[in-house]
Each structure stands twice: as structure tokens, then as C-alpha cells.
């Protein structure tokens, strides 16, 4: 019995030392990315981080500098066949109408309700869009905008897919931002989307929190009220975190250069620039490229107005931007592709 | 021998128990707050603490929404006998001067070398003020000021301590800062300062990465030049971070409302409103009383405008604030103190 019994504790021991080494094994050859295919741009990312987070490798990089930055719509989910806040502004618009029909004698207003996007896109400031963002993006405390923003993804269906908005995010890019936040990464969103917008929700679709969500935004205004402090929404000191502005935002609130920089259009060619050239520490710039008519938009090769490439993938080869092709680098797109 | 051997595995065992059993609890008993007298003020920082952090209490916040906020002069280190960045801007400004004679022709530029405040003061916007920061703080890139501030934390010395500036934090503070970050709240600057001026050493001076620092700036200007990307600093669409602005500050960058607020002034005053009436959650707000003329400096009783108590002080009971008496609350100021 008491040879048994030490045979048993010795026993458990050994098979609990294997177990242990086998599930170490187990995890080191977990693939990180199951949604990507094989090939250069997954093997880019993978190595960027392999080379980054390894002490003693010659690219190692503190983990306090592991910034990378994502561009939301067309990057982290879809921009069509409107982006996503657009649909959110018709929608809200459409809502605002019917309390209030006065509105439909703005010219602006009932093109919106038309889609005539041709006549809001007029003029160099796209005017006929800013005033009907500002219809539905300002006047309002802040609250009131998060509650109609939560309402909204409630209710609202993608045309297309028939699934809430927030549920069309890409699996492979919510891979990559687990991917790196377990490297020691800390993830930001720099879009051109309204950061009170994305903020409502980035937490949690993407794990993303707010203070790590740089956007668009007009400069609120403080009250105290006798029910307690408000900001309200306004459209002054507009700032367009978009093009040359992403570079702009990322330096008014993260205050350093990331090492890695995920884009898909020209807006987010300055935010590849300021990430890879000439940056002190070894960097990655990535472009999603939508190649994928079937499954999802093929549109991104060439520009609406000149028809010619988009710089940004123009100039991938020579900046070094690793370009992934949805079509043949993405097993999956959506969660519930799987 | 084999007695021996297997009694002193024994006796091994046992004492390593003992230890971590001892350690354990000698690191329980643990003041976090070693310079901190014993009083309401610490005793109101610890209880906040502990009820939102232990799992279970009714005042329990989840460790994504513990946002701690801190005022910088006065609250973190002194503002006297200036602001610590406004010594920066002279100190720059002599140095400028003594390369561009031509400048002293700028009779601001004058007024600003010979002291002359009242005139830098002059008009409702401080005209002179700004434009005196604006020679000084703008019409060159994020990396050419980063130098300027780092040469001068290296070379000025304080006129009262001898010290370089960055020496001059407050001891007591800096355990607050380290005691909320061991307790999972991420801590923010909310200051008036400059952002850019204070992201070049908050990192390395109280822990507090550049992306969680907030305050006041002027938007930059993107330029990929044939040496790499650089970011042109200006006065343009300038934000300023200070009394209402702080709020606004807060939601811009940090998009939720804090639970801890740390301030010394009525430029703090709407922050701490913002973060203590109506908040959902458990909150927190202390002001830092300048009470000691003797080993630090007793100015913030008054109103220099209007000699009437500081709105802030004159609230704080009626809010619920913790005012700390410099005096009698602090063991000692600076760490140099110790």
C-alpha cells in the first residue's frame, strides 16, 4: 500500500510534468492568425512582432513605445455601400424628420432623405454633408449622442449583410489587435469617424477602451445644470482626423510615433508615412486592400476621381507596406463566416 | 544522515512558509502612503481606494473605469515663483534673443527679458503672454522643441531649491500616482500646461505615458520632408486646457468621466465637478492647500483678482471634497526632503 501510494504520487507527478510540457508545446504552435492564409502578409506580421517583442533581437522594442495604430472604417470593418456613420446620420436624420417635419423644408436635409449624396458632396468643403453632420452630431449633450448611437446599433441592419453594424467587424483584423495587445502592443483606432461615435462602442467590439480612440470631433462645451455637469456637442474648432490630419491627431494624443500602422486608403497614407520612414525604431505599415467582390466590396483599386491607383498602394512597394489582399489572404471575413 | 537530510527538507519547508507567511503580511501592512500623515485627507484617499477596488463592495468599479485625473502646477509640483514652463519660455527666450539680437526690437519680447509680467498680463486674452509663447513654442517641428525642453530640464535650476525643475515633485504625490496605478487606475495629467512640454519627461518623472497626458496645444502641421516626416508646431485652433476647458479636455482625450480628481486651483474646479456631482459611479476630489510658507509656498487662500477665498476652497465641504493642508497633512514636500 504505501509502495502504491508513492508509486501514485510519483506517478502524478510525472504525468502532470507532461501535461504541462506538452500544453506549453501546445501553445507556442498556436497559430495566433487561424483566419489568415499563409503567405507574405501574414508572415510580415509575424515576424514584425517576433523580431519586436524578443529581448536580445536587434529590433527589440521597449514595451512602452508598442504603439499601433488602426484605421476603423474599411480596415477594422466595411465603409460601404456608405460608411457606417453615415448610415447612422441618415437614419438619425430620418428620426429627427418625423418629430419634426419643419426640417424637410432644408434643401439639404431633403436631398439626404433622397440619397442625393452628389448634392451634399458639392462644393470643396463638402458643405450640404457638414451641415447635415451637424444637424445630427451637435446641439446635443454628449450622453444624448451615446444614447442614440446605442439605439441605433439596436435597431439598424446592414443592407447587405441583414446583421447589426457592429457585428461585421473582420475576424482577421480582430485577430491581429489580440495578436499584438498579448505582445505587450497597446492598440489605437485613428479614423476619420467622429471619436464620440466609435467610442460608444469600441470597447466593446473591438477591446479597444475610449482614451485609445482618436477621431473626428467638433470642441465640446462645459454646463453645469442643476441635474448635474453636461458637455454639449458643437461643430466648432472642427478637427478632420483624416489625411495629413492622422499624423496631426496622433501626435495631440498618444504624443509619440507608432511601430505599426494598419490603413487601406489614401486618408491613411500620412499615417504610413509618419509611422515608417525614417522612424528611429523598426516599423510595419500594412495596407488592407479590398479585393473581394464576392464576399465583400472590390473597390479600393483605383480612385473615384482620377481613376488612376491609390497612391498608398502606389507606393507600397517602395515604402516597404506590406499590402494584404482580402480575397486571397483572408480564410474568413466576418465573425460569423466561421 | 538520511534522518538528518530529510529533517532539514523538513526545516526548510517550515522556515520558507514562516517567511512568506511574515512577508506576506508585513506586505499588508504596508503604508502606500508613507509621507502622508495620518488624517482625514489620508484616510479618505485610502477608503476611496480600497471600496472601489474591492471586489464585492457596493462602491466596487470595474478596473477599466478607475481613470484617475491630475492637475500638474501645484498639484504633482510647485507653480512658484512661476509656473515652471513659463521659466522654460524665458529662459528660451533669452537664449533666442542672444542668437536673433533683432528680436529685442519686440517691445513683448522686452517686457517678457526685464520681468515685466504686468505688461505680458495686459488685455483680456494676455496678448503679450501668447505672443511671447508663441515665439517660443511654435514655428518649429515636435522634435526640435523636445530638445529644447530636455537641454533646459538639464541645465536651469530653480531659484528657491537649486534644483533641476524635474526634481521638484512632490513626494506625497508621487505615492498617490503609484498607489492608484498598484490599485488598476490609469492615471492621467489634465494640467493647463503644454501638452508637448510635458510629455517630454511625465513618462520618466511620474510614470505617466504621453497618451495620458492631457494638455493645452496648438494643432500641428504635417510635412513629409526628403529626411522623413516631420510635425510643424503652431498656436493654430489653440486649446486651452484649463477651467472649463478641463472637462472638455477630459472627454476629448479620455472619452469618460473620471472617478478620482486631483487639483489645487479654480482652474481645477470644473474638473472636479465634472468628476464628483451626479457620477454614476463612487467618486473622489481632493484639492492641494498651499498652507506652508516654509518649506513650500502659502499663496492659494485668496484670489490675487479679488482677494475672497478661491471658489474651489469655498465649495469643497458643500461637494464633499478632501482638502489637503500642505502643512499638516505632509510629512514631507520633495523627495530630497526624505
Given at each position: 500500500m504505501k509502495f502504491f501510494r508513492t508509486f501514485s504520487w510519483f506517478a502524478c507527478v510525472v504525468t502532470l510534468g507532461a501535461l504541462l510540457a506538452l500544453g506549453t508545446q501546445a501553445f507556442a504552435e498556436?497559430?495566433?492568425?487561424?483566419?489568415w492564409n499563409d503567405g507574405p502578409s501574414k508572415q510580415a506580421i509575424l515576424t514584425f512582432v517576433k523580431e519586436t517583442t524578443t529581448e536580445g533581437s536587434p529590433k527589440f522594442v521597449s514595451p512602452a513605445e508598442r504603439i499601433a495604430v488602426f484605421d476603423n472604417?474599411?480596415?477594422?470593418?466595411p465603409e460601404n455601400p456608405v460608411p457606417f456613420q453615415v448610415a447612422f446620420a441618415l437614419d438619425s436624420l430620418k428620426q429627427m424628420a418625423e418629430q419634426k417635419p419643419e426640417l424637410r423644408r432644408d434643401p439639404m436635409v431633403r436631398a439626404a432623405l433622397v440619397g442625393d449624396f452628389a448634392k451634399l458632396l458639392e462644393g470643396s468643403h463638402h458643405e450640404g454633408l457638414m451641415h447635415i453632420l451637424g444637424l445630427t452630431?451637435?446641439?446635443?449633450?454628449t450622453d444624448e449622442f451615446k444614447a442614440r448611437v446605442e439605439d441605433w446599433l439596436i435597431t439598424a441592419r446592414h443592407p447587405r449583410y441583414g446583421k447589426p453594424y457592429d457585428q461585421l467587424t473582420y475576424e482577421p483584423m480582430q485577430e491581429v489587435l489580440s495578436y499584438l495587445r498579448a505582445n505587450g502592443f497597446k492598440t489605437f483606432i485613428v479614423s476619420g469617424g467622429g471619436a464620440d461615435f466609435m467610442r460608444v462602442w469600441s470597447e466593446r467590439v473591438y477591446g479597444i477602451p475610449p482614451e485609445q480612440v482618436v477621431g473626428s470631433a467638433g470642441r465640446t462645451k462645459y454646463e453645469l445644470r442643476a441635474n448635474g455637469p453636461v458637455l454639449i456637442k458643437t461643430m466648432d474648432y472642427l478637427f478632420v482626423d483624416d489625411k495629413k490630419g492622422k499624423p496631426v491627431g496622433i501626435h495631440q494624443f498618444i504624443g509619440r510615433r507608432p511601430i505599426a500602422c494598419f490603413g487601406n486608403s489614401d486618408g491613411d497614407k500620412a499615417m504610413l508615412e509618419y509611422t515608417t520612414?525614417?522612424?528611429p525604431r523598426p516599423s510595419l505599415g500594412v495596407i488592407i486592400h479590398h479585393t473581394d467582390g464576392e464576399r465583400e466590396y472590390a473597390y479600393d483599386a483605383k480612385t473615384k476621381s482620377t481613376g488612376k491607383l491609390v497612391k498608398a498602394l502606389e507606393e507600397a512597394a517602395q515604402r516597404g507596406w506590406t499590402v494584404v489582399d482580402m480575397k486571397n489572404d483572408w480564410k474568413v471575413i466576418f465573425p460569423f463566416d466561421k
Open positions: 498556436t497559430d495566433p492568425l487561424p483566419s472604417d474599411g480596415c477594422l470593418w452630431h451637435a446641439g446635443m449633450t520612414i525614417q522612424n
